[in-house]
């Protein structure tokens, strides 16, 4: 299986910063990477799909980088609706695998 | 647009069996791979498994080797997952989930709750 390994595991921030959260894949996935924003009791909110395409509605603050087994989601200028916990999931084979997750908080 | 829309709560006794549907809209339900995915409380997602377009070929997780069927009604355009011998750790939310157009489309999700 493939394992996907993010940081940091929490995040404190505090609005209109910029924030970076890492994703690493533990074999090449090329870039069938999916980022998600999670809020509680809800399903995931997929933001970015192979790697760095932007899914339809999803504000441009959110971008995401990388290929093969290194990945990045930067989000520039955090807004108050960002507070959230953010996953990244490998769709290059199954299992799909997921990132434990990064929970963004208020600093 | 792809569209997974999943059947209700669910409360079940340790031991119980429960049987969730996920119904797909469009015309191409017969051509996807259709997966499920589960999320307990405050925890991460965890891959149960995948079934054909043709539900004649199912992959589960060694996890859920035994206790897990997924069928297929390409009548219905409807996926249903069967999870036996529940316990207390089954309890989540499980979500059915495709690959399509280059990303991942979900339904709502499904709590099902396991408790005596």
């Known amino acids: 299986d493939i394992q996907m390994t993010q940081s940091p595991s929490t995040l404190s921030a505090s609005v209109r910063d910029r924030v970076t959260i890492t994703c690493r894949a533990s074999?090449?996935?090329?870039?069938?990477l999916a980022w998600y924003q999670q809020k509680p009791g809800k399903a995931p909110k997929l933001l970015i799909y192979?790697?760095?395409s932007l899914e339809s509605g999803v504000p441009s603050r959110f971008s995401g980088s990388g290929s093969g087994t290194e990945f990045t989601l930067t989000i520039t200028s955090l807004q108050p609706d960002d507070f959230a916990t953010y996953y990244c999931q490998q769709y290059d084979s199954y299992p799909w695998t997921f990132g434990q997750g990064t929970k963004v908080e208020i600093k | 647009q792809v569209q997974l829309e999943q059947s209700g709560a669910e409360v079940k006794k340790p031991g119980a069996s429960v049987k969730l549907s996920c119904m797909a809209s469009g015309n191409t339900f017969s051509t996807y791979y259709m997966h499920w995915v589960r999320q307990a409380p405050g925890q991460g997602f965890e891959w149960m498994g995948i079934i054909s377009p043709t539900g004649d070929i199912t992959t589960y997780a060694q996890k859920f080797q035994g206790r897990v069927t997924m069928t297929r009604d390409t009548s219905t355009s409807t996926v249903y997952m069967d999870l036996r011998s529940l316990r207390s750790e089954d309890t989540a939310v499980y979500f059915c989930?495709?690959?399509?157009?280059?990303?991942?489309?979900w339904g709502q999700g499904t709590l099902v709750t396991v408790s005596s």
């Open positions: 989930a495709r690959e399509s157009d280059g990303k991942v489309h």
């Open positions: 192979t790697a760095s």
């Open positions: 074999q090449s996935i090329s870039s069938w």
